[in-house]
Every structure is written in C-alpha cells, then in structure tokens.
T-cell receptor, first 112, second 113 residues
Framework: NAGVTQTPKFQVLKTGQSMTLQCAQD?????MYWYRQDPGMGLRLIYY???????DKGEVPNGYNVSRLNKREFSLRLESAAPSQTSVYFC???????????FGSGTRLTVV | AQSVSQHNHHVILSEAASLELGCNYS??????LFWYVQYPGQHLQLLLK??????LVKGIKGFEAEFIKSKFSFNLRKPSVQWSDTAEYFC???????????FGRGTSLIVHP
C-alpha cells in the first residue's frame, strides 16, 4: 500500500545512547517532515526537507539531526538521547502545494 | 510568525450531540486549511481540506468545516457525533507557498455512548 513507513514502532533507549528513526515514502513526494507529539503540545516540527538534498530546522531541532538520503527516505538521528526526547515521533510527506500531508504510523520512543 | 489556535482542548459529548471545534489562524495571506483526526493509538489522517472555492468544505464521516476569511477561522462541525468519533482533532495551516504546516495543539473529543 502506498504511504509513509516508519521504523521502528517502539524503542526504549538509555540516556546517552544513539539511534536513527527511519522513514520512507513511496508516493514520489518532494517534501518530508519529522514531528514530535507530546501531550498538550500538539505536533511540533523538528526538521523538514522541502526537496531531495535540502534540509532545514523546524521549531525544536536541538538534539536531532536528519538526512534526506534520497527522494524516498528521510531519517532522524538522536546522537545522545535524553529523557526530554521521550515522545511519539511522526514522519510525514507532501506532494504538491495544496495537497494534504500523509503521516506515518509513528515511533514511540522512551528514554530512561 | 504563523500561529494556529484551537480553543477547545477537551470536549466531552453524548452520542447524537452536535459538534463544533474552533480553529483560528494568524496568517493574513493565502492559506490552505486542513483538519486532521487521530484515533487512539493511530497516526494522523486527513479529515478535510480547503484551498479555494466554496468556503464550506465537506469531509469524510459527515464532518464539514467553514472557512470564514474575515474571522481567520476554519471551524469543524458535525451535526450528530458517534462514539467512534472519539479522537484527537488537529487544525493545520500552511501559509500559501510554504511547505511547513503549523498545527494547532489539538482538541481531544470524547463521545459517550
């Protein structure tokens, strides 16, 4: 099925560990996004990529890095995880302006 | 900077009650407007969208929203809610020409059977 695929779905990390969240879309979308969702905070943009080869910071980029590996894939890396990064992470993509955003199923990350 | 306000953070209704969720945005130019729904444990799904034409937009599952440009609003409505509408609802507004949607903080809707 066409859509946005995120892996893993669940992850527990110890403080200081690193990991990469993977995201891939098969809809030939140009734009891709990483959000985090926390209770009462809605969705906050971490990083986005308007097109292949470009990435930009969003509202809450500290502690994260991203790679737009190709048009399909946009990964999010935590170099040294902190408990404040405990959250649900969503990847999204969008094609042309005016179209809606398609979200992945999310990654629930716990940092202990 | 663009901001999106959802005034109702928590709404509790009984089945068959009418629903209206508020969404206001600050951007004064051309906007695209979206409502997303997130059912418990699931990802966000598009409910409806507006980017031109008739300001009254109909979406899936009987939802509709009205764009009122003079009020910078895009309120979501449903005449008669069902238990299965229990979910979190997000308004999103990317300014025209922008790739970046600004999301409201969400409204948690609980519908009692």
């Amino acid at each position: 099925n066409a859509g946005v695929t995120q892996t893993p779905k669940f992850q527990v990390l110890k403080t200081g560990q690193s990991m990469t969240l993977q995201c891939a879309q098969d809809m030939n979308h140009n734009s891709m996004y990483w959000y985090r969702q926390d209770p009462g905070m809605g969705l906050r943009l971490i990083y986005y990529s308007a097109s292949e080869g470009t990435t930009d910071k969003g509202e809450v980029p500290n502690g994260y890095n991203v790679s737009r590996l190709n048009k399909r894939e946009f990964s999010l890396r935590l170099e040294s995880a902190a408990p404040s990064q405990t959250s649900v992470y969503f990847c999204a993509s969008r094609g042309r302006e005016g179209n809606g955003y398609t979200f992945g199923s999310g990654t629930r990350l716990t940092v202990v | 900077a663009q901001s999106v306000s959802q005034h109702n953070h928590h709404v509790i209704l009984s089945e068959a009650a009418s629903l209206e969720l508020g969404c206001n945005y600050s951007y004064g130019g051309t906007v695209n407007l979206f409502w997303y729904v997130q059912y418990p444990g699931q990802h966000l799904q598009l409910l409806l969208k507006y980017f031109s034409g008739d300001p009254l937009v109909k979406g899936i599952k009987g939802f509709e929203a009205e764009f009122i440009k003079s009020k910078f609003s895009f309120n979501l409505r449903k005449p008669s809610v069902q238990w299965s509408d229990t979910a979190e609802y997000f308004c999103a507004v990317p300014p025209g020409g922008s790739y970046i949607p600004t999301f409201g903080r969400g409204t948690s809707l609980i519908v009692h059977p």
